[in-house]
Each structure stands twice: as structure tokens, then as C-alpha cells.
T-cell receptor, first 114, second 112 residues
């Protein structure tokens, strides 16, 4: 069974702290994605990666960075957390295929920055 | 990028068909339409996708208009377990791969 896991379900951090959110997939997928989800806004893409060490900005990358040193792991980094980064963070992965491109999502990490 | 528009909420009686509409009037010819749903406190789950033709699987049917400017997800016999937020998504080309453009979702409530 396909699996995407995220390091924490709930996280509370203070303003200015450096925050690491980890995502691991066991499906040997090439692509990995980080989204944030806020009420009334749906899911918005922060960063994605289509290969090891490759990263591309999504639609809202400001205030975030990412790291992909191994194929199965994709980390989201908040260099200096701010209260407006309080959100649900979702990781996803997918294989590369022209006609079938299902993304598999993890359960999410609810981050609160105080 | 193409954007999708969905009604914020809908109700459906248990056992009846649920028809969830989506407008994607700026979609390009090679961009797929995907539907996912999200049950509270879980990540979104894939339902179905299509390009031009209508599609059906064990979960749902997807009807895409001939001009591709809109689509409808049909859950043929809704159950209480189908209560969820349903997202209509357009898949667009991105650097080296593809990315999803999510709509804001329709909250479907199935009523007993």
C-alpha cells in the first residue's frame, strides 16, 4: 500500500524559530510537493521537486525553503517562523506519467506559530 | 494558469446521486481535470481524472463538456461516508513536471 508519512501531526513553535517539516514516501516516486491549506483558500503549492537535489518554487514560496537530498525524503524549512505561517501543511508525491499523474498525500502537519 | 470555480457547499440525500459542478473556463487543450476529496483530518484522496472524454470508475463518473470549460463529478449513490470536501483541480505543466491548481472545494454533506 502506498504511503506518505509526515514527521508530526501537530507542532507548536515560537515566532523566529527555525522549523523543519519532514516528509517521506515509500513508493520510489520522482516528484514530491509541499502545500499549505488555509480555510477558504484550498491548497496552495509552496515548493516541488521532480528529482533528487532539484527544487522549484510553487505559487507561494516566500518564507520557505526545501531540501531533497534523497529520493524518498522532502523537507520543508521555515527559516524564521512567523504567525502568518500558522497553517496545515500537506506533503504529496507522484510518479511521472503523461496520462496518469495521481498525487498521494500525507496526513498533514498542523503548525501553530505563537 | 487555469483556475477552477466550485460552489462552496451542497447537500445530498443518502442514496441519491450527488452532482458536483466545476467551471474551468481558461483550461488549455492539454490540461487534465482531476477530482480529489478530503475527509476531515486526512490528506486529499484521488477520485478520478479526465481530459476530453467522460470517465467512470468504481467511485464516480466525470462528465466533461465538449468545450471543456466545465465538468461534473457524479457520485451515483451517495452514502454518509461520502461527506467530505471535494476539490476540482486542473493539472498544468511546470518546470520538469506537472503541478495541480486546486479550487477552493465544495463541502458535500450527505443527509440521512
Amino acid at each position: 500500500d502506498v504511503k506518505v508519512t509526515q514527521s508530526s501531526r501537530y507542532l507548536v513553535k515560537r515566532t523566529g524559530e527555525k522549523v523543519f517539516l519532514e516528509c517521506v514516501q515509500d513508493m520510489d516516486h520522482e516528484n514530491m510537493f509541499w502545500y499549505r491549506q488555509d480555510p477558504g483558500l484550498g491548497l496552495r503549492l509552496i515548493y516541488f521537486s521532480y528529482d533528487v537535489k532539484m527544487k522549484e518554487k510553487g505559487d507561494i514560496p516566500e518564507g520557505y525553503s526545501v531540501s531533497r537530498e534523497k529520493k524518498e525524503r522532502f523537507s520543508l524549512i521555515l527559516e524564521s517562523a512567523s504567525t502568518n505561517q500558522t497553517s496545515m501543511y500537506l506533503c504529496a508525491s507522484s510518479m511521472e506519467a503523461l496520462s496518469s499523474y495521481e498525487q498521494y498525500f500525507g496526513p498533514g502537519t498542523r503548525l501553530t506559530v505563537t | 494558469d487555469a483556475k477552477t470555480t466550485q460552489p462552496p457547499s451542497m447537500d445530498c440525500a443518502e442514496g441519491r446521486a450527488a452532482n458536483l459542478p466545476c467551471n474551468h473556463s481558461t483550461i488549455s487543450g492539454n490540461e487534465y481535470v482531476y477530482w480529489y476529496r478530503q475527509i476531515h483530518s486526512q490528506g486529499p484522496q484521488y477520485i478520478i481524472h479526465g481530459l476530453k472524454n467522460n470517465e467512470t470508475n468504481e467511485m464516480a463518473s466525470l462528465i466533461i463538456t465538449e468545450d471543456r470549460k466545465s465538468s461534473t463529478l457524479i457520485l451515483p449513490h451517495a452514502t454518509l461516508r461520502d461527506t467530505a470536501v471535494y476539490y476540482c483541480i486542473v493539472r498544468v505543466s511546470a518546470s520538469g513536471t506537472y503541478k495541480y491548481i486546486f479550487g477552493t472545494g465544495t463541502r458535500l454533506k450527505v443527509l440521512a
